[in-house]
């Protein structure tokens, strides 16, 4: 789960990590009445989406005056923010951050991200802090700074004092900067976080620190102990098909193809947008009905899938495990006839009562083909979607 940065920075006013004074804005005349407040002499107007890249876009500005804060809101407001995060279709700004402007000395990346391959609590930190760090990581690795943390141990001040010298601070700042990422191990941990972002944490003209911008994501299976967490859920800022998904404990990914895919388990899914692209296709999204999946939730799924107007054609991929393919079978058979399929639709079934899958979908008289193997049912759809068969 993702929240705003206005919720983020909330978080970290909790943890004692300092940030701008500032609030949310949800119209111009709410931006105007907190830049009066804030009497600031510079106010930035920072459009809030669920995505990185807005100061690039246009959604982050400098005001100078209440009527330039008035004429920023009216301009960002409902405006279309297009990143590489948000894809082309980009996302509508229908909220605002109105903060203080900050005297900047120096920017700084710093961050917090749980490091599989480590078992560890990566933190990830540069000089060169702001919109350019994708660059600066890709171009110059050396500049990209880790240390890392491991989780039965937890942080000590040895970890700030290591990653505050390979950052350059001055000596007088050293002993801020580790209480600050501190703070911030601590609301990482406490939180169920995957990730946390200051991007830029600058140190003022007078030496302070300050986080400029904040992002945090969740791990959404700790989110049931996460009360605080679950109350900033945006759903605006979420694809709706993936909301829909999620209430019948699907797991669901809208991706930019044409090709379904009806998968059980993660591995296989990946397997088979593979296969599909190996074929010449593109998947249209990532659907996982899960080891225990019912009729009922086959049903779903074929809804799901069929709401996206990009499908061109559906390709369910079972291996009979925990769920038994006679099972999915009749979910098929029910969800075919209540639901106008439309499209080419291609089931492979394999593993338990496989075998008695396929001859309850040979049985039924509906207008789909049956595969023997992956690959071949890869090659099928994409040919039948590409012919455009109804």
Known sequence: MNIH???????????????????????????????????????????????????????????????????????????????????????????????????????????????????????????EGGMEIEEVAAKHPEKIIKVFIDPTIGYQPFHGRRVAFALGLPKDVVNAFVKLLGSLYSLFMAKDASLVEINPLVLTTDQKFVALDGKMNFDDNGLFRQEDVRAFRDLDEEEPLETKAAEHNLNYVKLDGTIGCMVNGAGLAMATMDVVKLAGGEPANFLDVGGGATKETVK???????????????????????????????????????????????????????????????????????????????????????????
């Open 300 to 390: 779903e799924a074929f809804g799901i899938l069929l709401a996206d107007p990009h499908v061109r054609g559906v390709f369910v991929n079972i291996f009979g495990g925990i769920v038994r393919c006679e099972r999915i079978a009749g979910g098929i058979i029910d969800a075919t006839r209540e639901v106008r399929v439309g499209v080419p639709l291609v089931v492979r079934l394999d593993g338990t009562n496989a075998d008695e899958g396929k001859r309850m979908l040979a049985a039924s008289g509906l207008d789909l083909d049956v595969a023997d193997t992956m690959w071949q049912g890869a090659q099928r759809i994409v040919a039948l979607a590409q012919k455009g068969r109804a």
């Open 5 to 127: 940065e206005f919720q983020a920075k909330q978080l970290f006013s909790r943890y004692g990590i300092p940030v701008p004074r500032g609030r949310r804005a949800d119209s111009v005349e709410e931006a105007v009445a907190i830049a009066n407040e804030l009497a600031s002499s510079v106010t930035v107007v920072k459009a809030q989406i669920h995505a990185g890249g807005r100061g690039k876009a246009g959604g982050v500005k400098l005001a100078k005056s209440r009527d330039h804060v008035e004429a920023l809101a009216r301009e960002i407001l409902g405006k279309t923010l297009v990143t590489p995060q948000t894809g082309p279709q980009g996302k509508v700004v229908k909220k605002l951050l109105i903060e203080e402007g900050v005297s900047i000395g120096h920017e700084f990346y710093l961050s917090l991200v749980v490091d599989r391959a480590s078992a560890s609590i990566a933190v990830v930190a540069s000089r």
